[in-house]
């Protein structure tokens, strides 16, 4: 993973601050959101809440109905600090951060059976570049995720490198049976991938596609549906295949490892590099026809 630039931190809030994000359980995951020490300070005491969803200029938590807390915010004028913490794959230590808030409202949380409810919060300050960066990756990533969504990445050594994707060799699960696969390229939207075998019967099915990537170490399975088969030239006995996904079952983490991929090869040159470009290679993203 690439460190953002001051510029970058700067971009991702101008466009996407008041991007409401829900923290549902794929959302923690992608983030590595710790839950337990996620808490609500006010006057000096803390207490435990549940982030139900945030942007770069508030949040919405789920906190105890109980009047004292009520109280207590209002004697400090509605002023109140949210604590987040996340587990970072390339850190050995939590992410943890305040960042000062007012409580704007309250409303019932229907599932707390009455000892719970919203409240939301506005920042009285910028969120931490940390979470800037955090957020904003898993927000541009959601967002490419259609807007390049065809754009290939052919996957040589470089590209498996900065992909993060342990090996090409993996399997595509058809009816429920596996079948070992090389993979030739991936995008948002797809891949291609070689098996052995004719491979006429398997277009227009269903198939659930694994892919195994570092940092973190996760196996992802991709479900989607065969559309498409061609000979691989020189070899009778393997047919390539391209599989298109469902877009509403792509995980997340895999959205990130993409877009961060694209973000690297489409960086612009830098002065030194535009005065003295470096030899022309070939390129390792392309669109899809």
Avoid at 94 to 109: E, L, M, N, Q
């Amino acid at each position: 993973m690439s460190i953002p630039t001051s510029q970058q931190i700067g971009k991702w809030f101008e466009l996407y601050k008041t991007i409401d994000v829900t923290y549902t359980k794929e959302i923690m995951k992608s983030t590595g959101l710790d839950t337990r020490g996620v808490f609500l300070k006010c006057v000096g005491e803390q207490w435990p809440c549940v982030i139900y969803s945030s942007s770069f200029v508030g949040a919405k938590v789920i906190v105890s109905a109980k009047q004292a807390l009520t109280d207590r915010i209002s004697k400090a004028n509605s002023a109140v600090s949210l604590r987040f913490s996340f587990k970072l794959s390339e850190k050995p230590d939590p992410v943890s951060f305040f960042i000062g808030a007012k409580v704007t409202g309250y409303a019932v949380y229907a599932q707390g059976g009455g000892d719970l409810q919203y409240a939301s919060l506005q920042y009285t300050q910028r969120p931490p570049d940390d979470l800037i960066d955090i957020m904003g990756r898993l927000l541009e990533a959601n967002i490419n995720s259609t807007r390049r969504r065809d754009e290939r990445i052919l996957l040589n050594p470089d590209a498996m490198r900065r992909l993060c994707l342990v090996s090409k060799e993996s399997y595509i699960y058809v009816q429920g049976v596996p079948r070992k696969c090389i993979l030739r390229d991936l995008s948002f939207s797809g891949a291609k991938a070689i098996i052995v075998g004719l491979a006429k019967f398997l277009v227009g099915k269903e198939c659930t596609l694994r892919i195994e990537m570092e940092e973190p170490r996760e196996s992802l399975d991709v479900k989607g549906s065969i559309v498409r088969y061609e000979d691989v030239e020189g070899r009778k006995d393997l047919t390539a295949i391209a599989i298109h996904f469902d877009e509403q079952a792509v995980p997340m983490t895999f959205k990130m490892h993409i877009n961060d991929f694209l973000g690297q090869v489409r960086q612009p040159r830098t002065e030194e590099e535009g005065a003295h470009p470096a030899p022309a290679s070939p390129p390792a993203a392309e669109a899809r026809p």
